[in-house]
């Protein structure tokens, strides 16, 4: 359990009168299901490296999953800024929470509706809303991460079915997953997605163990050996890198949101501490030194609040490039392991406990500056922007 109950929710700009109040009524909703779900149980699942049991199916009731899919494929047909706050909320619980519910939304249900055929979207998506069916998503490869171009899985047109060989690494909810959104090259080298279902021969999943990062999270690997995936299973409406990289930017958006969750449970619990914890006979929050960390906190908090606000309207008016998303996912994603790495010291000794969310929090968004782009990737992808050159 954490220490401190929420108390109150930074918003230093009244960027509150920006949403409307169905935005605030679902945040609400969500936020009071991260109270009872997942903060009375998340360092214990954290500590003992373990998912929350039943996750997908009670983010599947919170309407969690797919909340911008449309409603007649099991979605919520909400829109952008509402999918922004239910992430923010989730990873104010754990990154592991809300990491589930992006790769199920932005991961697995955005490519099967956006490339998906009629057939593939009424056979998955309402069973990924509910969560009663868990997807992942394989485009990292054990030699090909930031590149994901020269991706070395690909498969055969065998007549009646094609043949899939290779393996995926460092897959979110891999050993859990009824299904994987896969990206390999088909006999021209081209990109396509594939949707590979648990049970067919010759796919496995094993476990990647000893994270020390998103430890209430299940990671694996994909691997396929000679795999006869049902040629129906290819996903019809896209071909290149173009397919995996626009569902990174619906994940990517979504993590902006979701690290300034992380922020402010950082940011809410030190600045408590900072009134109730005395030395040299006052609280520590009187001294300087420790006002100078919270009021840059609530600084960059703010600022991605607000960034976050502005890239969401544009993304709902389908207007936001994939190099706004990505200064969005690096600054947010490095204003939070900052916020979280100062704020254990502010906390002394007692920040390094499980009682407290800091070192959970820090150690999960190691992964989460690293995954869907490296900090580096992103900034080179704004270099580019600016400058016209490729500098990877
Ligand atoms: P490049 O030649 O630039 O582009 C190839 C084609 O793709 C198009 N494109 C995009 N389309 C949509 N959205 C984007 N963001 C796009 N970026 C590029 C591009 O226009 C081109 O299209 P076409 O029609 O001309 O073929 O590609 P490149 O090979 O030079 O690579 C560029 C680079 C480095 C930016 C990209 O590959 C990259 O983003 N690398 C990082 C890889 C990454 O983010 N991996 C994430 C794996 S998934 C994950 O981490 C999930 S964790 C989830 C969780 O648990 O929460
Ligand atoms: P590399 O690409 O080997 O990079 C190593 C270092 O080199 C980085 O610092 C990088 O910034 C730097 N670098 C690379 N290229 C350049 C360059 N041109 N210029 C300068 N520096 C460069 N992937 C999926 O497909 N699906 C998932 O569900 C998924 N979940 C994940 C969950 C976790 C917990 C983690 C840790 C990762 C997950 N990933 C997933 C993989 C993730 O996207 C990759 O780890 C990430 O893209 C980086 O790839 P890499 O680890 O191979 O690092």
């Known amino acids: 359990m954490s220490y401190y109950p929420l108390t109150s929710i930074p918003d230093y700009f009244g960027i509150d009168a920006l949403l409307t109040e169905e935005h605030k009524l679902i945040r609400q909703s969500v936020r009071d299901w991260v109270e009872s779900f997942v903060m009375p149980n998340i360092d214990e699942a954290a500590q003992n490296h373990t998912d929350l049991p039943n996750l997908m199916k009670e ?16 979605g919520s047909g909400l829109d952008q800024i509402s999918y922004g706050l239910i992430m923010q909320e989730l990873e104010r619980g754990d990154s592991a929470v809300r990491s589930a519910a992006s790769v ?5 249900m955005f490519p099967i509706n956006e ?3 009629e057939d593939q979207k009424r056979k998955y998506l309402p069973q990924l809303a509910s969560g009663e069916m868990i997807g992942s998503f394989g485009l990292t490869e054990p030699n090909h991460g930031s590149d994901p171009g020269s991706m070395e899985t690909y498969f055969k047109d065998m007549g009646d079915h094609y043949l899939l060989n290779g393996a995926k690494m460092w897959i979110t909810n891999a050993p859990l997953c009824d299904i994987a959104v896969i990206w390999a090259k088909n006999e021209e080298g081209k990109v396509q997605g594939l949707i590979v279902e648990r049970g067919m021969e010759g796919f496995t999943t094993p476990e990647t163990h000893n994270k020390w990062s998103l430890r209430a999270s299940k990671t694996g690997e994909l691997v396929f050996n000679n795999v006869k995936v049902p040629k129906e299973n290819l996903l019809p409406g ?37 009134k109730e914890r005395k030395q040299f006979g006052k609280p520590i929050g009187s001294f300087q030194l420790q006002q100078k960390k919270l009021a840059e906190f609530l600084t960059e ?17 389908h207007k936001a490039s994939p190099a706004q998303i990505s200064m969005a996912k690096r600054n947010n994603a490095k204003m939070a392991i900052d916020i979280a790495r100062e704020s254990r010291q502010i906390l002394g000794g007692m920040g390094i406990m499980g009682e407290f969310p800091m070192m959970r929090h820090a150690a999960n968004l190691e992964s989460v500056i690293t995954y869907e782009g490296t900090h580096d990737v992103h900034l080179l992808i704004t270099g580019l922007d600016i400058t016209g050159f490729n500098a990877f």
């Open 59 to 74: 983010l599947g009731k919170i309407g969690a999953l797919g909340p911008y899919i449309p409603e007649e494929y099991g």
């Open 104 to 108: 199920q939304s932005s991961l697995v």
């Open 115 to 117: 490339f998906g055929s």
């Open 238 to 274: 896209v071909t290149g890198l173009k397919g995996p990289l626009s569902c990174l930017n619906s994940a990517r958006y979504g993590i902006s949101w979701g690290v300034i969750g992380a922020a402010i449970d950082c940011y809410c619990t030190a600045v408590q501490y900072s």
């Open 301 to 317: 908090i703010t600022k991605a609040q607000l960034l976050c606000l502005q890239l969401g309207n544009l993304k709902n008016d």
